[in-house]
Structure formats: C-alpha cells, structure tokens
C-alpha cells in the first residue's frame, strides 16, 4: 500500500520537480489580493530579468486609481526583499510617487553580497536593454553593489536592513499586516521579491553542522595550501573547486557519473585541470558524514560500495538552494500543483453529482426515483456548486472532480443512442441532438470552438512576446494547428464527405460504401512518414486534433507536465497501446480481405474503441489537464505518436532525418525551456552539453516553445545528420 501512495505522490508531484512556483496571476499578483511575487521567486532567472519584473510590477501597481493613500500610517507598498528584483519596483515606484518601504532581512543584496570575492556579474540577455532605474552592465559584484548603494543613497529609498519578514496578514479594510522580527507596518499593496537562494540545501548528514563546513564559498583567496573537499555537481560546486584549487589542493565529490548539469566552458576548465592534477574528482561518492579532519565517502564501483575517508581543512558543500515553499506557504501563498483539499469528500462529491444527473435523467428503473428530477437537479446543483467552491479554495482534488464530470459528460454522451454511459443512458444522446443534428457533430463543433479562441489566446501568448517581439514560428504553427482543425477535421469529415456521398460526387459505388463514407477522410495519415523524415514528430504540434488540443486548451497548464526519467520511463505505455492497435488493424484486414477473424476484429474494435477511443483519448487526458498539462494522451497512450517515434529515431540513427534541435555555449541554466516543455523533456541537460535534440535522444514534437521562452537565445532548430539539407530556423524578429 505504501508503495501505492508513493507511485501516485511521484506521479502527481512529478511536475513540481525541479522547481515549484507560487500560482500567479497577470501581473504577478499571487492569490493573495494585493500581494505580488517577482523576481527569482517568480521564475525570473537572471538580475536583468528580475529587474524588468520590478519596473514592470511597479508601473502596473502605479496605474492603479487607488494606488496612493492619504493616511501616513499606510504605506503604498512594502517591497519584501532588496535583490535586482524589490530595488527596482521600489525605486520604480518611489519614482512614481507612492509611499514605499523595503525590508531586508540581511544586507542589501544579499544574494549578489554572498557571491565570492570578485565574481563577475553578467549582464545577461545581451538582446534586452535593463530596465527601471537599478544600474546594471557585466561588472564585478563589488562595483555593481557600490552603484546599487550610490542609486539607493541618491533616490532616498528607505530600506530597512536586518528586518526579515516573518508572517504576513490580509486585513478586513483590505491592507495587509507585514510582520518582521522587530516591527509591524500596513501597507496597502506588499511586493514580495525573496528570491529561491537563501536556503543553502544541506546532505543533513552527521557533523554538517561543524564550524570548518560551509554551504556558502565567499573569499575562495582566503585558503591557501589546504586539503580542501568540495561537494556538488551543479556550476556553483564546479566554478568553486577550479578557484580553489589555484592555491590547494581540492577533491570534488560527486553523487553523479557525470556533470550533465554543468556549463560547457566549466567542463572544459573541469577537464584541463583534472588532466593537469591540479584536482581530484570522485563520481558516486555519497557523504556519509564529516569528522574532526576527514570526511567519509561511501564509493560506488561496478555495482561495488567502499569507504573513504577523505582529509579535509575546509569543506565545501554547494548542492544548491532550496525554494522556500514553507515560508510561501505560511504567508498563505498557494504554490503550483500543490495536491491541497480532501480527496474523500472531493470523491463522494463528484459521485454524488453523477448520482443527481442519474435521477434527473428519469431513466434510473427504480420506482423510488422516478418522477424525481428536481430532487436530482438540486442535488447536481449542490455537489457540483460544494466542488466549485472547494476548487476555488485551493482543493486541487476538487478541481479534479469538476474537470472529471465535465470531461466524462462531454465523452459519455458522444455514444450512440442507447449506448450512453451512466447515467446517461436512455437519454443523453437524444438530450444534446439539435436541429437534427447528433452530439457527436456539436462535439465537433465545440471543439474546434475551443481550439480557436484557446489558439488564438496561445497565439498571443507565444506569438508576440514581451516587449512586442514578433516569433513569425510560434504564429504560424497556432494559424495551421487551428487551420488543420477547421479543414481536416471539421469542414472535409462533416460537410464535404457527407454531400460527397449524398450527392454522390464520388458515384454510386462508393457513396454507398459505409467504410468510404465514414473513414475516406483518414488517408491524409500516409503523409505521416514523409512529414517524419523532414519535421521529425511536428505533426503532433502543427496538425493533430488531439495535440491542437494540448497546444490550445491545454497551453496555459504546460509547465505542469511531469518532469524527471520516472516520467519518462511511463512513456512505454504508448508501445502497448501500438500494440494493440497493430493487432486489432491485422484482425480487421483479415476480416474485410480474407473473411476470417470475424468475431475477435470485432470484439477487437469494440475493446480498442472502448479503452483508447474514449478512455485514453477522450476522457482522461482532458480532465487531466490542468494538472499534467495536455500532453497526456499524446505522450502516454498515442500509437500515432510512438509510431512516429520509432521512424524519426530510425530516420535520424540513418542520418537522413533533418529534425534537431541545437544549443549554443550561451545557456545559463534557467530551467525556463525545461519547464515549458509539454513532453516532459529536461532540455536544459541537453543545452548545457550542448547535444542537439533529436528523437533518437527524446520524444521531441518540434513545437519550438523552448526556443522561445529562452531568455538567452540558446536554442535554434538545426538539421542533425549530416547531408544536403538546409538549415531550418526559428525566425523571430
Ligand atoms: C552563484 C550564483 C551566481 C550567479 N551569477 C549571476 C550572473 O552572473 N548574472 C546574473 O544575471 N545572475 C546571476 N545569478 C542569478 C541572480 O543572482 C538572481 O537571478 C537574482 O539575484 C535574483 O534577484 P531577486 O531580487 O529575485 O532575488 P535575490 O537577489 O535573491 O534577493 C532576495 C533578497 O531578499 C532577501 N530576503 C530573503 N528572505 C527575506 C525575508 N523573509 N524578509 C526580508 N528579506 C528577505 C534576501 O536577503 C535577498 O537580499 C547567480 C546566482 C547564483 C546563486
Ligand atoms: S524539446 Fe522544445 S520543441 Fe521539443 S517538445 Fe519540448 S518544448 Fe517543444
Ligand atoms: S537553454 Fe534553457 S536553461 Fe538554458 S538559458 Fe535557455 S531556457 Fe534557460
């Protein structure tokens, strides 16, 4: 049972891996009204990014008519945090006249005053202008908090150093109550720019907690001839053991069997030094502990484990930064994902609406019910209303209910009359039949409504980033996704065919052949291995109906698709599904060509329809949605999509497929392009080594999100194999 829950807590937490949000809406205010989240909290990787998110929180907070209060006792705004991010929306802000206060649990810029002696502070993305009135320019951390101080001093901004926040309280008048360890303040609106950095993680493994054991390096000048031990395998461990070892003598201790995480130019330096012997590197070293002098590793080898006990003077262990999500959350702050709310009652809830359709559809067959359907409506409306109001409290399993009964309605009644699903059956296909037209073409008609307005707002959202920037690839693939859609799968299945038979356009033979009438439309699927070769799998992010879906409807939830390899590993499920679909197309073929195989063709087609058709395609990777992003059937279950697979990876092992994805040296690690990956693909990992993307390396569709979220420009689509073929790029102007 214990391993039940924690298969479904690594499949319903997976999207939270690596990095976990707060839930934000336009503009950055959180679901706390009048409290807003910037900066690295908030996504934003790199000071520039933070700094635009600060000038751009402050002018939205500006333009508001009840920005500015009269009373002295209320300030405009309380900034919490003085990073890149809360100096620049209190200045921004100070600049507009409103009543700002910010508070600084350590010293101004702490994140930046933590850096090592000297480390240069890149100005990164080139392409974008800083914005608001916070300097910034490629300088070494001590001139840049020198001019941060001069701009601070000069624009007279009250920051008040050593007062962390500690809790936070929305009052009846609307202000909020800001809590520090030495005050209170009120403020009318609280801007909270905390940044991700300042909880060190710990191994919490014995001795840690010794005074020659840091989890920060600031002057690596200070340590000379040493034995020194760094722990990590991410840049910061990396850069740490090269500065270091120019004086000491340096082992860096590694869990992993290799640095996939790490910037190219830092593995070159990693490499150079560990070939000149100025440093020691252990791969699958686990600490098990830290002693008076020695450090003790637990080695794997082949499958083998050994102990060593390493020497140290100074450790070091930089294992990165853990996201405050206790802080978030006892500021009542509602984080991504997060599986709040009490899936018993959301259960019985759900059930109990079903159950109050069922009385209300009058065709229960027990005597007690009939004649009851303003009992059942009441009832519908008091389960479904109890799960809204739930929902909207933060019960995500809530949510899951209401997105469940409106999936497996719309799915449900889409049978044949008589063949509903409870409870619908007996009536819901003759309920949603209008103007003598079957559920089945409405359904068609709400869902190329949905893929329109969801595609046109994804188009927006994609297609003109900040600042105006056009990305000429985002709006052609939202115009042919859309397209597609109304052409292939709307106007030719349900219009063209249909008068094609009636008015027997394609003469009298095949207008009265039943297969022709209700399956011709398919053949455009032959072009599928031609679009392989040259688009490798883009038919899932240009064409498909079921993708169009995932790309539109499904967009606004695509950074919760589960990350990591357990995800990756499920994705076996789509080669079953093949499997089966392979099967029951033999059995088919024998049936029409051959006469044989009668029975088991359709029991065949009866179960593929009932478990892929409806189950898998229909109703639960669309409630899924908003927890797993849209990808669910695509990346799980589609045979389509694995057949691609198998052509694209065989096309690129070849080296005929012009389908990749490459990296410069450039990527700073953000995560951004990871996150936005529908398909779950880490492909940070891959711009850090700097391999292209192909699918021979990943389930990639070719849909270009992560080129386009890129802050530094990493990402561009390149042919892999080597040949004739041009290069195929992301246009952006
Ligand atoms: C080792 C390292 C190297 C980096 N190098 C670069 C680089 O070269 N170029 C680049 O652009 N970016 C770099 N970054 C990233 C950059 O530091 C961050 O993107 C940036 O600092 C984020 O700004 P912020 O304002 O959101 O948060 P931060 O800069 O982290 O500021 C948050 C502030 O809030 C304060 N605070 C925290 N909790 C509380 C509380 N409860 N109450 C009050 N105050 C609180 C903190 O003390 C801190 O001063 C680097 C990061 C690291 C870790
Ligand atoms: S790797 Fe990039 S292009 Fe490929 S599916 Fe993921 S986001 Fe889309
Ligand atoms: S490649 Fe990914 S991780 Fe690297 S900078 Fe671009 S978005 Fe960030």
Same mark, same amino acid.
């Given at each position: 049972m214990n391993r039940l829950f924690q298969i479904l807590h690594d499949v319903f937490e997976s999207s939270n891996m690596p990095t976990r949000r707060p839930v934000l809406r336009a503009n950055f205010e959180s679901n706390i009204a009048g409290l807003y989240i910037i900066g690295d909290l908030a996504g934003a990787p790199v000071v520039k990014l933070a700094m635009e998110q600060g000038n751009d929180v402050a002018a939205h907070i500006a333009a508001k008519p009840d920005a500015r209060g009269g009373d002295r006792n209320i300030y405009d705004i309380v900034v919490i945090g003085s990073g890149a991010a809360g100096l620049n929306a209190a200045l921004g802000a100070k600049d507009s006249g409103l009543r700002v206060l910010v508070l600084e649990k350590s010293k101004i810029a702490n994140t930046i005053e933590d850096f090592p002696e000297g480390k240069w502070v890149y100005a990164e993305p080139d392409s974008r202008p800083p914005r608001g009135k916070l300097w910034l320019d490629g300088a070494s951390k001590e001139d840049l908090l020198a001019r941060w101080h001069q701009i601070i001093h000069e624009n007279g901004l009250d920051v008040r150093t050593g007062e962390g926040v500690e809790g936070l309280q929305k009052q009846n008048d609307g202000t909020l109550e800001v809590r520090t360890s030495q005050s209170r303040y009120i403020a009318r609106r609280v801007v909270l720019a905390t940044g991700q950095r300042g909880n060190a993680r710990w191994l919490g493994v014995p001795g840690e907690e010794r005074e020659q054991v840091y989890h920060r390096l600031y002057s690596p000048k200070h340590y000379r001839d040493e034995e020194i031990a760094v722990v990590g395998g991410g840049n910061s461990a990396v850069e740490a053991a090269l500065t270091l070892a120019e004086q000491n003598r340096v082992t860096l201790a590694y869990r992993g069997t290799e640095f996939a995480r790490v910037f190219k130019d830092n593995r070159r330096k990693l490499d150079a030094a560990v070939s000149a012997g100025k440093l020691t590197v252990i791969y699958q070293a686990q600490? *098990?502990?830290? +002693?008076?002098?020695?450090?003790?590793? +637990?080695?794997?080898?082949?499958?083998?484990?050994r102990s060593l006990e390493l020497p140290y003077h100074h450790a070091f262990v930089l294992i990165g930064a853990d996201a405050p999500t206790e802080f978030l959350r006892s500021l009542g702050i509602r984080l991504e994902n997060d599986w709040a709310g009490n899936p018993a009652a959301a259960a019985a809830l759900t059930l109990a609406a079903l159950a109050g359709i069922w009385v209300w559809g009058? *065709?229960?067959?027990?005597?007690?019910? $009939?004649? $009851?359907?303003?009992?059942?409506?009441?009832?519908?409306?008091?389960?479904?209303?109890?799960?809204?109001?739930?929902?909207l409290r933060g019960s995500r399993f809530a949510l899951l209910g209401v997105s469940f009964v409106i999936c497996y309605t719309i799915y449900g009644v889409k049978q044949a009359e008589g063949f509903e699903y409870w409870p619908y059956r007996g009536w819901g296909a003759r309920l949603l039949t209008f103007w003598n037209r079957p559920w089945s073409f409405w359904y068609t008609v709400l869902y190329t409504s949905v893929m329109t307005v969801f595609g046109l707002q994804a188009m927006k959202r994609w297609g003109w980033r900040q600042g105006g920037k056009r990305d000429t690839f985002q709006i052609w693939r939202y115009v042919s996704l859309i397209s597609f859609q109304w052409i292939f799968f709307f106007l030719i299945p349900e219009f063209l065919f249909r008068w094609a038979v009636q008015y027997q356009w394609v003469g009298e033979r095949l207008a009265h052949d039943p297969v022709f009438a209700g399956q011709a439309w398919r053949a455009y699927g032959l072009i599928y291995a031609w679009l392989v070769l040259f688009h490798g799998k883009r038919y899932c992010s240009w064409i498909c109906g079921c993708g169009g879906l995932a790309e539109t409807l499904g967009d606004r939830w695509r950074h919760l698709a589960p990350k990591g390899k357990t995800s990756v590993r499920w994705e076996f499920m789509n080669s079953i599904v093949l499997a089966a679909a392979v099967v029951v197309t033999l059995l088919v073929l024998g049936r029409d060509f051959f006469h044989i195989f009668g029975k088991p063709a359709q029991t065949g087609l009866e179960y593929y329809h009932l478990f892929a058709d409806v189950w898998l395609v229909g109703i639960l990777p669309v409630t899924l949605y908003p927890f797993f992003g849209g990808k669910v059937w695509c990346r799980y279950w589609c045979p389509l999509a694995k057949m691609m697979q198998i052509f694209g990876a065989a096309f690129t092992r070849f080296r005929v497929s012009r389908f990749a994805i490459d990296a410069n040296e450039k990527c700073i690690a953000c995560m951004e392009c990871t996150r936005n990956c529908q398909v779950g693909i880490d492909v940070m990992t891959y711009a850090l080594k700097q391999e292209p993307i192909t699918n021979a390396n990943s389930s990639c569709i070719g849909c270009g999100i992560c080129v386009t979220v890129c802050p530094m420009e990493v990402l561009t689509f390149a042919r892999a194999a080597a040949g004739p073929a041009e290069l195929v790029q992301i246009a952006t102007n």
């Open positions: 600490v *098990k502990g830290f +002693d008076e002098g020695t450090c003790t590793l +637990d080695i794997e080898e082949s499958g083998r484990h009058g *065709k229960t067959g027990i005597p007690a019910f $009939q004649g $009851q359907a303003v009992a059942g409506g009441l009832a519908v409306i008091a389960a479904l209303g109890s799960l809204l109001i739930l929902a």
